[in-house]
């Protein structure tokens, strides 16, 4: 029996992704629930599953094609009987390369290298792990076919390289951190894959192909940059007693398993700045020249990834406690960076921060997100000379604030007050602890 998998809804709402690549290929027997493709929209990259067992018999789309929910993705002959196979009916090439499986000619120069050396773990013959993945190996010149996988289906994860990264040796050449950390040769793995090679040629010259996260995110920032008139002032914040009060309550939130972080403040602080000025809480929508004010504050956190930038959402961050915060910044984090976020986790931010304290970053310019029009840029907190309340020369600790807003809906005036009630949420959690 002949079964069509037509593309699914991914995503609430989501209409249309492109086929960034495929997971079987003609001939592939597959079970139900084995990924089958990778799908890449404007929020977020991820794998399809198959509703159907069976062997494939015809794939309707080459891979980077952009296809609308309901399209028809993958032909399966479920019942292994033959005769869907001979339906495909597309030109003669199709049955050529089902035998010898050649993608096109185009850039499988990756691919075929590394599947044929050693599947390290395959559900159909070949290396299974997303785009990023595999950009992210190529980058650090990881042999995928030497990576244990823990992937669902045996597919290899970033954690699954970055261990692997971690164990080898090899890593000591490229300009990597946890390198102390390790230094435990367990395993010798082939040496010759990675001695030293050409790590700067890669990024210094040539063309690459945008992967298709840098591309959405090319497309999202230029769009943005072009439509927004953005202003962003710059502030710093005296924040001794935020840091005393953290380092209080450190442990005891740690007890609970959750690492309170610097971050969780500012998504609190800013999200009670957002309900007092609402205007930062809000949409433009120039097609009819309204403003769109939003009731709830979903806080948009700016995570960085090794395939590049995404922007998961703490949803009601107005309404939860600066240790649940905590703890689904931490969540939504991990989902990111083992590619396991969801279209809905990405989706309805009214408010943005995007945090460079960790890179030792003071102020910057953020570009607004999405439909917002405001985002809160985060930077170091530093030593640094103040003049304490009884006008003496002291050492502070001082956070760095880049406020960026719309321009057409927030003037200068109003973008400093929030920023000042910002400060007095920060300076001192007592504070914000009778506000909010």
């Known amino acids: 029996m002949t079964e069509i998998f037509k593309m699914p809804d991914i995503g609430e709402g989501m209409a249309e992704g492109d086929i960034t690549d495929w997971l079987v290929k003609v001939g592939d027997v597959v079970k139900m629930d084995d990924p089958v493709a990778e799908v890449q929209n404007d929020k977020l990259m991820q794998e399809i599953l198959s509703p159907y067992a069976g062997t494939v018999t015809k794939l309707f789309v080459d891979p980077n094609t952009t296809v609308s929910v309901g399209d028809p993705l993958i032909e399966f002959d479920g019942d292994g009987q033959g005769t869907a196979a001979a339906a495909p009916a597309a030109p003669a090439s199709e049955p050529v390369t089902t035998a010898v499986t050649p993608a096109p000619a185009t850039a499988p120069v990756t691919e075929p290298a590394t599947a044929p050396e050693r599947p390290v773990v395959a559900s159909n013959g070949q290396i299974l792990a997303m785009p990023s993945v595999r950009h992210y190996a190529a980058e650090h010149h990881i042999d995928l076919s030497q990576v244990p996988a823990t992937g669902r289906h045996g597919h290899i994860t970033l954690n699954d390289v970055t261990n692997f990264a971690g164990s080898a040796p090899v890593v000591a050449a490229t300009p990597g951190v946890p390198v102390t950390e390790v230094a435990q040769p367990v395993q010798p793995p082939v040496p010759e894959a990675a001695p030293a090679p050409v790590v700067a040629p890669t990024v210094t010259e040539g063309r690459q192909p945008m992967t298709p996260t840098r591309r959405a995110i090319a497309n999202a920032m230029s769009a943005q940059n072009a439509a927004i008139p953005m202003v962003t002032n710059f502030d710093s914040v005296e924040v001794s007693k935020l840091v005393a009060h953290r380092q209080q309550f450190k442990q005891r939130v740690a007890d609970e398993g959750i690492h309170l972080t610097y971050l969780a403040y500012a998504v609190k602080a800013l999200a ?6 609402p205007e930062l809480n809000a949409s433009v929508d120039m097609a009819t020249h309204e403003i769109i004010y939003h009731e709830e504050v979903n806080m948009g956190i700016a995570v960085n990834a090794p395939a590049g930038l995404y922007v998961p959402v703490v949803a009601n961050a107005d309404a939860k406690s600066i240790t649940v915060i905590a703890k689904e910044i931490a969540e939504l984090a991990d989902a990111v960076r083992n590619g396991t976020i ?5 989706k309805g931010s009214t408010i943005t921060i ?7 970053g003071t102020w910057f310019t953020p570009i607004i997100n999405g439909s917002d029009v405001a985002i809160l840029g985060l930077g170091s ?4 000379p103040i003049v304490n309340e009884n006008g003496e020369l002291a050492v502070g600790q001082n956070m760095k604030l880049s406020l960026t807003y719309d321009h057409r809906l927030i003037d200068g005036m109003l973008g400093q007050t929030a920023m000042n009630y910002l400060k007095q949420l920060l300076a001192d959690p007592a504070y914000m602890l009778m506000e909010v």
């Open 272 to 277: 009670a700045t957002a309900k007092k000025f």
């Open 342 to 346: 969801k279209p809905a986790q990405m």
């Open 354 to 360: 995007s945090n460079l304290g960790s890179a030792r």
């Open 381 to 384: 907190i530093l030593k640094e």
